[in-house]
């Protein structure tokens, strides 16, 4: 492999409004930026971290710099895994890489994944958690989502409130529900009845990950997604016979490389396959898209949060999310 040149830059991406979930409130997201050069051809991916590891900016960049005398050797992405450990810095430049071996080869990303003509994706769109009449003003005022995901904060009674009010302003709309580890186990039957009541289609990681043998012989009405609990392709066996689906973020796992990866060992293991994100602009939604082809649910709305994202962008239509070849993955995306 040639040698690379490796440019790492971070960014402070403003949200629109502040969003809340269980245990945060947040108003910017700052991510880490790689671009990988050959001399000819570049790549770039973009990653937020994992923030409630301490996976943040100065940790991924204090990564990327311990290993860049490797990455500038030019090692493919199977050595990369050995490189890097699972998280956000893993995740930048293993796009980065993905896109500067679609620029050499002269084709798609989806081509060198083996995957067909991708298609628009029905993605989730995201609620933060606030009193159940804004958020249900919100779900009104959103009239184009056809899925909603709603933020809990593990306020059982206040919770089960926003969910009600949010049926009742969308009674149209596919509706899941996002716990992030904000409950116990005890309040998992009352909570999860409720949501089945409401016609809720998903809770997502309802406990604190590390409490994943607390559902251990729990019987839910309704299926339950790990997040938190997941990170990457050396945790998935843990899932098994406590979650139904595996929500596959690039950031958690280091990149589209081992998501894809964790897709394929899922399906196998007969679990469901989500892809989601935490938030970024649409550099760091397109690999998203590209697993996304593969998923049973799609949660990749983190640019709706921003206050300004990147052009060209992702395009947002009718509940879908659309990934064009200019914004990422292709020789057009990286032309000088």
């Known amino acids: 492999m040639a040698r690379l040149k490796v440019e790492v830059a971070t960014e402070t991406l403003r949200f629109a409004a502040p969003f809340r979930i269980s245990g945060y409130v947040f108003e910017t997201s700052d991510v880490v930026v790689v671009t990988l050069g050959d001399g000819m051809y570049r790549g770039r991916g973009e990653a937020s971290g994992v923030y409630y590891m301490g996976d943040d900016v100065p940790a991924m960049c204090a990564a990327i710099e311990r290993a860049r005398p490797e990455i500038e050797a030019g090692p493919d992405r199977a050595a990369l895994r050995d490189i890097l450990p699972p998280g956000g810095a893993r995740n930048a430049v293993d796009c980065a890489l993905w896109e500067l071996e679609a620029a050499r080869a002269g084709c798609f990303v989806w081509e060198l994944a083996g995957l067909p003509p991708p298609r628009p994706l029905r993605t989730t769109f995201t609620l933060g958690a606030d009193t159940p009449e804004a958020m249900a003003q919100a779900a009104r005022r959103d009239v184009s989502a056809r899925s909603i995901k709603a933020k809990l904060t593990g306020e059982l009674a206040l919770d089960i409130a926003r969910v009600r009010a ?36 998903l809770l997502e990681q309802p406990l604190a990950r590390g409490r994943e043998a607390d559902l251990d012989g729990f019987v839910s009405p309704l299926p339950i997604a790990a997040d938190e609990s997941i990170l990457s392709f050396a945790e998935l066996e843990r899932a098994l016979g406590r979650f139904d689906i595996v929500n596959i973020k690039l950031d958690k796992c280091g990149g589209l490389t081992e998501g894809l990866m964790i897709a394929a060992a899922a399906r196998q293991l007969g679990l469901g396959v989500m892809v989601g994100n935490m938030v970024g602009t649409s550099l760091a939604m397109a690999p998203g898209f590209i697993l996304g082809q593969l998923c049973d649910l799609v949660d990749l709305d983190g640019p709706t949060f921003l206050a300004h994202d990147r052009s060209p962008s992702v395009d947002y239509r009718d509940g879908d999310i659309w990934v064009g070849p200019e914004v990422w993955g292709s020789p057009m995306a990286v032309a000088a």
Request: include cysteine; hydrophobic fraction near 45%; charge should be negative.
């Open 166 to 201: 949010i049926r009742e302003a969308r009674p149209d709309v596919w509706l899941g529900v996002d716990g992030n580890q904000g409950f116990v186990i005890d309040e998992l039957p009352a909570l999860a009845d409720a949501l089945k009541t409401c016609g809720v289609s």
